[in-house]
C-alpha cells in the first residue's frame, strides 16, 4: 500500500475526520437539549385481571378507568399474581377464562379450552339497520335481475329460499343474518348487472344512480357483517354473505378485499355440515361449494394465490357434481373447467420449488380436461352470457397451461401439438374472435371484470408472440384479431379505465412500431 492510499485509507488524517467527532458531539449534545424530557407512566403496584392480560395501563381504583369506560365495571377485579397461580393450579382452565366483551356464547362447550368472544363473536347492540334502505319492492326487484342474469352462472339462491330469508324474524340471529344475505345480493346486482349511471329503482331509493346504490348496500353488509355472531358451525348463509361481499370488492377492484372474503367464504364453507341441513339448504350448499371452487381457482390463477378447496373421493362435495337438472348444465361444464387445475398445478404456477424435473408430459390430464369440458354435457341452446363465460374462460385457460409450460421450458416449434409451440396464443385468439364475434355485448359484460381481465391476459400474450416468436401466420391477421380483442376490451368492465391503457402501454413497450396498427 502507498503512502497516498494509507493516508487515504485512515480517518485520523482526513482533514473532514479530524472535527467530525466533535461535530457529533455538539449535534448529540444539541439534541439532547432540544428534546422535551418524558415523563415516565405512573404505575399501579397491582394491575386489575383483565388490564394484565391485555397488557394496558390500569390505575388504583376499583373499577379501574379502562374497564368502566369499556362497560365492564362488573369484571373489573385484582387479585395477586401468587394467589392466581394458586388458582390456576387448583380449577380448570375454562372455569377462570373471562369473556371481556360478552357473556360465554351458548355454541362454547366446557368441555373444551375456549377462545374469547373478542375472536369470534360482537355485540348485536352495536349494529342498527339503515331505516328504508332495502324496501320489499327493492329485494323484489333485485331477485328477480338476480335470477334473470346471474342465476345461470351463480345458482346459489332460489325464489323458494329468498322467501325463506325474507320470512325470517328480525329480531333473532337468523334474521339477522337473512338481511344480511339480502343485501349483499341486492348489493351484488346493482354493481355487477345494472348501469352504474342509471336509476333503475326510480324513486324506491334516494341514491343518485345504480353505483351508488350499490355502495350503500356493500357499506351496509360490510357494518352488519362485522357483528354477526362467528361459531364453529357456520351457516349457509354466513357462507353467502361471505361470497357476495366477495362479488361486490372483486367488481369495484379491491382485489386485497375481495380475496380476503373469498378466502373467509372457503374456510366457512370447509367447516359446514351440510348433514344436518333440510333439503333445499343442502341442494344450495353443494351448489356454492362448486361457485366458490370456481371462483377461488379462478382468482388464484389470476393473481398467484393459494387454495384452500379440494375434491378428494371421499369428499361428501364429489358426489354432489353434475345432477339431471339441465338446467344447470352450463354451470357444471364451468366447474368442469376448473376441476383439473388442482392444488399441485397452482403450486407450480406460484413458483412453488419441487424436488424434482417437471416431465413434459405432466399437464397432459388437464389440457384434456380443458378441451373437453364443454364437449359431454353442455346442450346446444345455452344462453349466450354461459356461451360467452365457457368460451372464454377455456380459452383463457389455455394460455394459463401454455404459459406455464414456456417457464418450465416445455415448448418447441416444431411439436406436432400446437398448444406446445410457442405461436399457440395466435390461435387462440383467432378462435376467441371467432367465437364471440356474434354474441351480445351485454352477454360478456354481466360476468364483471373477471372476463375483462380474462381478455387482456390474452391479447397480451399474442402480443409477446407477436414480439419475439417468428410465426407463420400472417401479421394482419393477427393484428385484426388484436383491435377486435381492444375494441371488446374498451366495452366490457374496468376496459376504459384499467385494461386498454394497460394493454396500449405494454404494446408500446414490447413492439411500438404496432401501436399505429392497433389505433381504432
Not at 142 to 148: E, L, N, V, Y
Not at 151 to 170: D, G, W
Not at 453 to 477: G, H, S, W
Request: aromatic content about 8%; charged content about 20%.
Amino acid at each position: 500500500m502507498t503512502a497516498s492510499q494509507r493516508a487515504d485509507s485512515c480517518p485520523s488524517d482526513s482533514p473532514t475526520s479530524s472535527t467530525s467527532q466533535p461535530g457529533r458531539n455538539a449535534r448529540r449534545h444539541s439534541n439532547e437539549t432540544a428534546a422535551p424530557l418524558r415523563v415516565k407512566r405512573a404505575q399501579v403496584a397491582r394491575a386489575c385481571h383483565r388490564c394484565r392480560k391485555l397488557q394496558k395501563a390500569c390505575s388504583d381504583s376499583r373499577p379501574c378507568k379502562r374497564c368502566s369506560k369499556a362497560g365492564l365495571a362488573r369484571e373489573c377485579g385484582g387479585s395477586p399474581a401468587k394467589a392466581q397461580s394458586q388458582q390456576s393450579a387448583s380449577t380448570p382452565i375454562h372455569s377462570i377464562i373471562t369473556f371481556p366483551f360478552a357473556e360465554s356464547p351458548p355454541f362454547m362447550s366446557l368441555d373444551f379450552p375456549t377462545t374469547p368472544p373478542a375472536f369470534t363473536s360482537f355485540a348485536r347492540e352495536s349494529f342498527q339497520r339503515k331505516a328504508d334502505l332495502l324496501p320489499p319492492q327493492v329485494i323484489d326487484f333485485c331477485s328477480g335481475r338476480f335470477f334473470d342474469r346471474l342465476s345461470p352462472t351463480i345458482p346459489i339462491l332460489t325464489p323458494e329460499y329468498v322467501a325463506v330469508l325474507r320470512s325470517r324474524p328480525n329480531a333473532s340471529e337468523t334474521g339477522a343474518e337473512a338481511y344480511c344475505v339480502l343485501v349483499g345480493m341486492c348489493a351484488m346486482v346493482m354493481l355487477q348487472v345494472e348501469d352504474p349511471n342509471g336509476r333503475s329503482l326510480g324513486n324506491l331509493v334516494t341514491a343518485e344512480n345504480n353505483s351508488a346504490y350499490g355502495w350503500l348496500l356493500l357499506e351496509e353488509a360490510l357494518a352488519a357483517h362485522r357483528h354477526l355472531t362467528r361459531t364453529t358451525n357456520p351457516s349457509l348463509d354466513s357462507i353467502l354473505l361471505a361470497f357476495f361481499i366477495y362479488a361486490c370488492h372483486a367488481k369495484l377492484f379491491h382485489h386485497s378485499q375481495a380475496f380476503f372474503f373469498l378466502r373467509e367464504a372457503t374456510t366457512l364453507c370447509i367447516l359446514i355440515k351440510i348433514e344436518d341441513m333440510d333439503d333445499l339448504s343442502r341442494t344450495l350448499a353443494e351448489r356454492l361449494f362448486w361457485v366458490l371452487l370456481v371462483s377461488e381457482r379462478s382468482h388464484a390463477i389470476r393473481y398467484r394465490r393459494p387454495t384452500t378447496l379440494q375434491v378428494t373421493a371421499n369428499s361428501l362435495w364429489a358426489s354432489s357434481f353434475g345432477g339431471d337438472d339441465t338446467s344447470l348444465s352450463g354451470f357444471w361444464c364451468l366447474a368442469s373447467l376448473f376441476r383439473a387445475f388442482d392444488t399441485t398445478f397452482i403450486a407450480l404456477l406460484n413458483h412453488e420449488s419441487v424436488s424434482c424435473p417437471i416431465p413434459l408430459d405432466a399437464f397432459d390430464d388437464v389440457e384434456v380436461a380443458v378441451n373437453t369440458a364443454l364437449n359431454h354435457s353442455c346442450p346446444t341452446g345455452l344462453l349466450p352470457s354461459q356461451k360467452a363465460n365457457l368460451r372464454i374462460t377455456q380459452l383463457w385457460l389455455r394460455i394459463v397451461l401454455w404459459q406455464l409450460r414456456l417457464r418450465l421450458g416445455h415448448l418447441s416449434e416444431q411439436n406436432a401439438q400446437s398448444s406446445r409451440t410457442y405461436h399457440y396464443p395466435l390461435e387462440v385468439g383467432k378462435d376467441l374472435t371467432l367465437s364471440t364475434r356474434d354474441l351480445p355485448v351485454h352477454s360478456i359484460q354481466l360476468h364483471g371484470v373477471g372476463i375483462t381481465e380474462k381478455l387482456f391476459d390474452i391479447a397480451c400474450a399474442m402480443v409477446n408472440v407477436l414480439a419475439r416468436v417468428p410465426v407463420q401466420i400472417t401479421k394482419t391477421a393477427a393484428e385484426e384479431d388484436l383491435r377486435y380483442l381492444r375494441r371488446l376490451i374498451l366495452q366490457l368492465p374496468g376496459g376504459t379505465t384499467v385494461y386498454d391503457a394497460l394493454l396500449t402501454k405494454h404494446v408500446q413497450q414490447t413492439m411500438p412500431e404496432m401501436t399505429l396498427a392497433l389505433e381504432i
